[in-house]
């Protein structure tokens, strides 16, 4: 498989538990939830199933611009519902799409269920690429010396 087809499921740690709070949760216990993982997004649940994500965004413009009190704030009342989510099958190259078309910093991953499993982030998608390009950069400097091309270097 190239790696770039690698499957998101390849890519997480599924032993690490994804961030989550339940629907009836406050914004204070999603911030906790944030606090506890180090990330900036934490995905809203109903019995397992993804229901929406609560950014450090909507923090900022759904909470704090409104001057809501996070301890009493119900997290269903700002979270972004129905957020895109993947299956763990499906290729990282479908997050960095995703990500990149709708602007996202994260991407709930669901198992075969629909149930939450992972949330993959920009940080694990880059140190993917990051991965690939350095293979590929190591296989550029394997020669071959059947081939008439020469690589002079410069671009144009």
Not at 78 to 84: E, G, I, L, R, S
Not at 91 to 106: E, P, Q, R, V
Request: hydrophobic share 45%.
């Amino acid at each position: 498989m190239q790696p770039i087809r690698k499957l998101i499921g390849d890519l997480l740690s599924l032993d690490v538990p994804a961030p989550q709070v339940a629907v009836g949760a406050t914004v204070s216990e999603a911030i906790a939830a944030m606090r506890a993982h180090p990330v900036h997004s934490v995905v809203v649940t109903d019995e397992g199933a993804v229901v929406g994500i609560f950014t450090e965004r909507d923090l900022l413009t759904r909470v704090c611009a409104r001057d809501l009190d996070p301890a009493t704030t119900p997290i269903a009342e700002v979270m972004t519902p129905d957020p895109v989510t993947l299956p763990e099958s499906a290729c990282i190259t479908y997050a960095i799409h995703h990500m990149g078309l709708g602007g996202l910093s994260n991407v709930p991953i669901i198992d075969d269920d629909g149930k939450l499993v992972a949330l993959v982030g920009v940080e694990e998608v880059v140190r993917h690429l990051d991965e690939v390009f350095a293979d590929l950069h190591a296989a550029s400097f394997v020669a071959d010396k059947d081939s008439p091309w020469v690589d002079l270097g410069g671009g144009a």
